[in-house]
Nanobody
Framework: VQLQASGGGLVQAGGSLRLSCAAS????????MGWFRQAPGKEREFVAA????????DYADSVKGRFTISRDNAKNTVYLGMNSLKPEDTAVYYC?????????????????WGQGTQVTVSS
């Protein structure tokens, strides 16, 4: 599976962005998809995950109520809608894929990674 993330950019605090992650291959619908982020000098951290059908989602406490993960299996794409953005959301955002819906918050459990897209939130 190859993943290509896009949609990052510069936005003011309180603004919104929607990230996309397009996957190649026929197995997209069989993969759990996740979003992670990494700020300079910090470890990569979990943001959100979504099950194969999209019926189950998980979020980091820091983004609950502001971010929404969704997927379109027909388009082989997973999305991350981000509202009410804060300067502390500034990071490189990565999409990732794995097989089983367990330990979705641990980046070491993911098998495939996209290249990342920069999100910068100005105050």
């Amino acid at each position: 599976v190859q993943l290509q993330a896009s949609g990052g950019g510069l936005v003011q605090a309180g603004g919104s962005l929607r990230l996309s992650c397009a996957a190649s291959g026929r197995t997209f619908s069989s993969n759990i998809m996740g979003w992670f982020r990494q700020a300079p000098g910090k470890e990569r951290e979990f943001v959100a995950a979504i099950s194969r059908s999209g019926s189950i989602t998980d979020y980091a406490d820091s983004v609950k109520g502001r971010f929404t993960i969704s997927r379109d299996n027909a388009k082989n794409t997973v999305y991350l809608g981000m509202n009410s953005l804060k300067p502390e959301d500034t990071a490189v955002y990565y999409c990732a894929a794995k097989v089983g819906y367990y330990s979705v918050t641990n980046p070491q459990n993911y098998d495939y990674w996209g290249q990342g897209t920069q999100v910068t939130v100005s105050s």
